[in-house]
């Protein structure tokens, strides 16, 4: 299936070696599972050895806005009291020049093995469940480990939001179509790909996470 790729010869930011935004800006989309807390520290760091306001959101879900809650948080980026400002926050990806926003983030990113990030994220919902003893699930169902509930039930089931999974893929297919990048089409891939291809200066993986810091640094 194809994608309408409006920007791909003329967009500013398409060729893969240009700072892909106002670098008065940074905006880091969290994936979960992905280094969160060695990030944070990181990115504290980054941030006071190159100048740049700090801000962490507090808000960890949902991922999903609609168009005005969009342009709020988009104002409050562009808006912000601070000569540079570095924003993390988990999100599904948006584009700023199609809410007529006057400056587009540097957007950044850092992915996670799947099996791996799938396997930390479900361990991660079933000790926040015992804990917090506020999931609605069945006390052997929380003991199941991941290839226990593949084999009782499915891949399927297990890897959802019913067990605390969250897919990688719509948070870079975007909040454009929501609900088509839900799904685990072509169409949501391509879509996924142009979004990185024109907005993304950089997604580093946890597998080679040293060349990531030295791009960072």
């Known amino acids: 299936m194809s994608i309408d790729r409006p920007y791909r010869s003329k967009h500013r930011y398409s060729r893969l070696l240009n700072v892909k935004g106002d670098s008065s800006s940074i905006f880091y989309n969290e994936i979960p599972q992905s280094y969160e807390f060695t990030m944070e520290s990181l990115l504290q760091n980054l941030s006071y050895i190159h100048s740049y306001r700090y801000v962490s959101s507090q808000i960890s879900s949902p991922y999903i806005y609609n168009h005005s809650s969009l342009i709020s948080i988009g104002r409050s980026i562009n808006k912000h009291k601070f000569k540079n400002l ?23 990113s850092l992915v996670r093995d799947p099996a791996s990030r799938i396997a930390a994220q479900f361990e991660d919902f079933r000790e926040m469940c015992q804990n917090k003893k506020s999931c609605l699930s069945y006390q052997y169902e929380l003991n199941e480990t991941l290839d226990e509930c593949v084999i009782k039930h499915s891949p399927q089931e297990c890897i959802s939001s019913k067990y605390g999974i969250s897919k990688m893929l719509p948070f870079f297919c975007g909040l454009t179509n929501p609900n ?12 996924a790909k142009q979004n990185i291809d024109l907005f993304y200066t950089v997604i580093g993986s946890t597998e080679q996470f040293y060349k990531y810091l030295y791009v960072l640094g």
């Open 86 to 108: 570095f924003y993390k926050r988990k999100i599904y990806f948006f584009d700023f020049n199609s809410l007529k926003l006057s400056i587009n983030p540097i957007w950044i």
């Open 180 to 191: 088509k990048c839900q799904e685990d089409t072509e169409w949501a891939l391509e879509q």
